[in-house]
């Protein structure tokens, strides 16, 4: 094609060039490679979109160093097959995984195991349609501090004929950095004289309960799990049964130091502890008695004594965490359902916490106590201004202001209580009970101030 002597193409020349390019087009249109070659491009686009949305895909993080875990084994697992494994591999330099898409469109759980414990992802199974998993995992310790037993809760309940007891341990490992406890007695407790344990069960954090055994340490009545404490809350639940005449004694002696001891009791059993200031009543709607100690330290004796008869009812047990699930003597279930020796009272360690709807009444009971300390403080202090400013005049007026100090305890536990918010140890309605505990208090030292 020549151009014309502006270098530019001529209109006919123009009209030629497009008639050509048509025909050429349609030439191409007709060959079969016009035909099968954008299909072709359809077909491996789509083959790889669906290979690459079927493959099950992650990355182990491990939480102690903050680098991805190398080397560590991965394991793919079928929950729809009886947990049977149906693929294995490791991690990479990256802490990458890759596991060729399942046959079944059923829920599987990736497992991995680093330092011979096993981990999971928080988020729990994976999904059919979901194709990524992440897991952290953590550096083992014999021994990780700080290490701290938050909650035991002990419920009984009696036909009258033998008493049943169900124990419930809350363990926090706060290590930092964060690290698992692993050893073969990481957490031990002691049973009571006379009892036959029949089931022990442990709960990671954010992972489902699952049987574990709780095996003798040789010291009397002493046991031990040798589950791993993962960093953060790590439960225990053990139910036994014992001989019953119609009253029993215990004599608890924790053997670390405990946050909060609660022993619960069904309508119709009466508490006695040994030493009445000990513990707090926690009132409860359905009629429970709920047993309340602060603060317990080491080898501290918390003896009691249960009297009466009685089994916890569906709503009790609904009230306490349990989803209802109430065992043999607690009406969730009948006797020939639960073969263990002591019957059951369900597993209140399937619920997320079962002293979840307590925790708010424990804190509004710690703030009267903190009240009446206050009180005791300011009082002590009055009494030492008395004596050391007026000696002997017994008579003489009180100067200190025992408002002014309870309001700044007062202000000090308000303080720690949007710490334990910030951080996570509150729930927003536990936060929000409690703070309104203090606040009344508060507002009552004030009026009692300015009065």
């Known amino acids: 094609m020549r151009l014309s002597q502006r270098g530019e193409l001529t209109q006919q020349q123009v009209l030629r060039f497009a008639r050509n390019g048509r025909k050429e087009g349609e030439r191409r249109r007709c060959t079969p490679e016009g035909v099968l070659h954008p299909f072709l491009i359809v077909l491996v686009i789509l083959f790889s979109t669906f290979a690459l949305a079927q493959s099950i895909t992650g990355t182990v993080t491990n939480g102690t160093t903050g680098k991805p875990a190398a080397g560590d084994d991965v394991t793919l697992i ?12 490791k991690s990479d330099t990256q802490g990458k995984f890759s596991f060729p898409a399942p046959k079944d469109q059923a829920p599987h759980m990736v497992r991995v195991t680093h330092g011979g414990v096993n981990y999971f992802p928080q988020g729990g199974p994976i999904m059919p349609g ?27 309940q009696t036909d009258g004929k033998q008493l049943q007891g169900v124990a419930l341990f809350a363990i ?53 799990f040798a589950y791993p404490l ?40 009466s508490f006695t502890p040994k030493n009445a200031q000990a513990f707090q009543t926690m009132p409860d709607k359905s009629g429970s008695t709920i047993m309340v100690a602060t603060d317990v330290k080491p080898g501290q004796d918390l003896s009691f004594s249960i009297a009466g008869s009685g089994v916890f009812t569906r709503e009790a047990q609904e009230d306490a965490g349990d ?30 916490d079962p002293l ?79 703070k309104a505990a203090l606040d009344e208090t508060m507002r009552r030292a004030l009026a009692r101030k300015s009065s």
């Open 356 to 434: 979840y709807k307590y925790r708010a009444v424990i804190l509004g009971a710690f703030a009267v106590v903190l009240v009446m300390g206050g009180f005791y403080i300011a009082t002590k202090s009055n009494h030492r201004q008395h004596a050391t400013v007026e000696g002997p005049r017994i008579d003489a007026p009180v100067t200190g202001d025992r408002s002014t100090i309870l309001l700044e305890a007062m202000k000090e536990e308000l303080f720690q209580l949007e710490v334990e918010r910030q951080q996570g140890k509150l729930s927003e309605e536990e936060y929000v009970k409690a």
């Open 130 to 156: 979901a194709t990524t998993a992440e897991v952290t995992v953590y550096d083992t310790a014999k021994k990780v501090e700080p290490l701290n037993q938050t909650v035991e809760v002990d419920r009984y």
């Open 78 to 89: 079928a929950l729809s097959q009886g947990m049977q494994e149906i693929g294995s591999t």
């Open 230 to 269: 993962k960093p953060g809350e790590t439960q225990f639940q053990i139910s036994y049964h014992m001989p019953y005449s119609g009253e029993a004694s215990f004599s608890p002696k924790p053997l670390a130091a405990v946050q909060h001891f609660v022993v619960m009791l069904p309508k119709g059993m």
């Open 323 to 352: 989803g209802g699930g109430g065992g043999a003597m607690g009406g969730g279930q009948t006797a020939a359902n639960d073969n263990r020796p002591g019957g059951g009272l369900g597993a209140p360690i399937d619920a997320p």
């Open 172 to 224: 926090q490992n706060a290590s930092n950095p964060p690290r698992t406890m692993e050893s073969d007695k990481t957490f031990e407790f002691v049973l009571p004289a006379g009892a036959t344990l029949d089931s022990s069960d442990a709960k990671g954090p954010g992972g489902q309960p699952i049987q574990s055994p709780a095996n003798e340490t040789g010291q009397k009545n002493t046991y031990a």
